[in-house]
């Protein structure tokens, strides 16, 4: 069975520093990796996605991500955080051998001016 | 283009009524999702279709939870007897295909049991 792992509940940074939010999953074979970003109100938007190929993933709002396999990581980063980045942050892990992607517990971002 | 949208946005019931929550998917979606996301938690899992057969019901969490989905469109989940823990946002997501693909969510229906 799939399962992701997301260690921080909150994570609070200062306006213009960079982020990094972590994800492990547990897969035995090649997963497909999703980053959603929920803004308060909000359905899940998604940030970026790993299937295949390269590792570094580019995301929209100027997200990127880092596929590790043998860490069984991927991490979210930003260099540069902006107020408007405030947000829950999911990370999910999908397969061919299941049809229902597993959702983390998510990441609550807070950023301070 | 439309995306996945949801009626009502707000849902206020008194326990013990029954309740009816609609999604409209992104047309072509063959795979839709229902989640709960109560208040400071992650997303739970309720049930998925294929087109409209529901494979896996395995995260409703009662037998008070059924959904239908009918011409391969439109779902709705209906919580019968409601109980003051069915308090929650209820998301819906459709996806081209499953498991492998992107979701693609609508903005929720928060149902408040008083």
């Known amino acids: ?113 | 283009g439309a995306g996945v949208s949801q009626s009502p946005s707000n849902k206020v019931t008194e326990k013990g009524k029954d309740v009816e929550l609609r999604c409209d998917p992104i047309s072509g979606h063959t795979a839709l999702y229902w989640y709960r996301q109560s208040l400071g938690q992650g997303l739970e899992f309720l049930i998925y279709f294929q087109g409209n057969s529901a494979p896996d019901k395995s995260g409703l969490p009662s037998d008070r939870f059924s959904a239908e989905r009918t011409g391969g469109s439109v779902s709705t989940l209906t919580i019968q007897r409601t109980q003051q823990e069915d308090s929650a946002v209820y998301l819906c997501a459709s996806s081209l295909y499953t498991g492998t693909d992107t979701q693609y969510f609508g903005p929720g229906t928060r149902l408040t049991v008083l």
Do not use: M
């Open chain 1, 1 to 113: 069975a799939q399962s992701v792992t997301q260690p921080d509940i909150h994570i609070t940074v200062s306006e213009g520093a960079s982020l990094e939010l972590r994800c492990n999953y547990s897969y035995g074979a090649t997963p497909y990796l999703f980053w959603y970003v929920q803004s308060p109100g909000q359905g899940l938007q998604l940030l970026l996605k790993y299937f295949s190929g390269d590792t570094q993933v580019q995301g929209i709002k100027g997200f990127e991500a880092e596929f590790k396999r043998s860490q069984s990581s991927f991490n979210l980063r930003k260099p540069s955080v902006h107020w408007s980045d405030a947000a829950e942050y999911f990370c999910a892990v999908g397969s061919g051998g299941s049809y229902i992607p597993t959702f983390g517990r998510g990441t609550s971002l807070i950023v301070h001016p």
